[in-house]
């Protein structure tokens, strides 16, 4: 079945260390992104990208890398600069244009311990 | 840039009756999508419903129909006969025709429903 896979569904990390989550979808389609989800909170854009080798940040990019190298992928990299990375993690795709609906993965809980 | 505001942190609603989450929004733009969706304990997020800013008349998808009050820049969720499994979250969102990487999110509706 189409869809899109996050991994890993948790993590723990050390202060100071990096992490990378993953994110894979079957779609074919060419643009997705990644949120962030903090309690009371709505979901926050981190990055997003429209093409394979092409990002953007989006409102909250600081402490966070990602790469687009092939078109079905789309890593997120939490970084030792992020001040505040305990989160939840949600990464999505959508066709590009037409303000069609984002499809999501079920994302991955990040615990700095 | 768009905001968009739901005004209910919470909501609890009786089985198989009905409740009516609110959302409103902030845009200059005239043409958007609307969309809420739902986020149950597992955590991943399903449209429930979608609606374009150009049509006038409401969208419905079985239970779940919405009031677009364009000129208000509101957008409700009215959920019929709620069941057990409405229990989640639901996030009202606004994406823009004009730039099509702005999805703007709610704060969120927790809904419980009671047996």
């Known amino acids: 079945d189409g869809g899109i896979t996050q991994s890993p569904k948790y993590l723990f990390r050390k202060e100071g260390q990096n992490v990378t989550l993953s994110c894979e979808q079957n779609?074919?389609?060419?643009?997705m992104y990644w949120y962030r989800q903090d309690p009371g909170q709505g979901l926050r854009l981190i990055y997003y990208?429209?093409?394979?080798?092409?990002?953007q940040k989006g409102d909250i990019a600081e402490g966070y890398s990602v790469s687009r190298e092939k078109k079905e992928s789309f890593p997120l990299t939490v970084t030792s600069a992020q001040k505040n990375p305990t989160a939840f993690y949600l990464c999505?795709?959508?066709?590009?244009?037409?303000?069609?609906?984002?499809?999501f993965g079920e994302g991955s809980r990040l615990t700095v311990l | 840039a768009q905001t968009v505001t739901q005004s209910q942190p919470e909501m609890s609603v009786q089985e198989a009756e009905t409740v009516t989450l609110s959302c409103t929004y902030d845009?200059?733009?005239?043409?958007?999508?609307l969309f809420w969706y739902k986020q149950p304990p597992s955590r991943q997020m399903i449209l429930v419903i979608r609606?374009?800013?150009?049509?006038?008349q409401n969208a419905t998808e079985n239970r779940f129909s919405v009031n677009f009050q364009k000129a208000a820049k509101s957008f409700s969720l009215k959920i019929s006969d709620s069941q057990l499994g409405d229990a989640a979250m639901y996030f009202c969102?606004?994406?823009?025709?004009?730039?099509?990487?702005?999805?703007?999110f709610g704060a969120g509706t927790r809904l419980t429903v009671k047996p």
């Open positions: 999505a795709s959508s066709r590009t244009g037409g303000g069609g609906e984002l499809f």
């Open positions: 779609l074919n389609h060419d643009a």
């Open positions: 990208s429209q093409i394979v080798n092409d990002f």
């Open positions: 845009t200059s733009e005239s043409d958007y999508y």
């Open positions: 609606q374009e800013a150009y049509k006038q």
């Open positions: 969102a606004y994406r823009s025709v004009y730039n099509n990487n702005d999805m703007r």
